[in-house]
């Protein structure tokens, strides 16, 4: 992974077997980021999605292990009420033939580059367990 900054926003770029999860995070822990939203584009070779359902307050994940172009991965960064960042994203790919398949980003590995654009915010915001919806959402202030 390597970065390049203006102060408020980064472009990251992940090279080959790179973790997109996994880098945002440890992009964000060497930055002392706690609150921000990234997009970015890319190749993987290996993706693990997911879908949740609020019915059963549970997610059901696949594995997708196959050359796949990044049309769009969106998502953001917030700690929960412990403390403990969360890098949540969603993100669509493209097989070869255009079919496309998406959901919630467990991780994904990087076959070709990945390249992000990541927004740090000025603000303290952060995540706390929903019991209606069984996840954890952000805590904003009522206007």
Request: with cysteine.
């Amino acid at each position: 992974m390597k970065y390049h900054s203006d102060g408020k926003k980064y472009v990251i770029y992940l090279t080959r077997r790179e973790e997109i999860i996994g880098q945002i995070f440890e992009f964000c822990q060497k930055e002392g980021i706690k609150n921000g939203f990234f997009y970015g584009i890319g190749a993987v070779d290996r993706a693990e999605l997911a879908h949740y359902s609020v019915d059963t307050q549970k997610y059901t994940s696949f594995m997708l292990e196959e050359p796949l172009e990044g049309v769009s991965i969106v998502g953001n960064v917030f700690p929960d009420e412990e403390g403990k960042l969360i890098v949540h994203a969603h993100a669509s790919f493209s097989r070869p033939n255009g079919e496309m398949v998406g959901g919630h980003l467990v991780n994904a590995r990087v076959s070709g580059v990945g390249e992000i654009l990541f927004t740090k915010l000025e603000t303290n915001l952060s995540k706390a367990y929903d019991p209606e919806t069984g996840l954890k959402v952000l805590q904003m202030n009522k206007s």
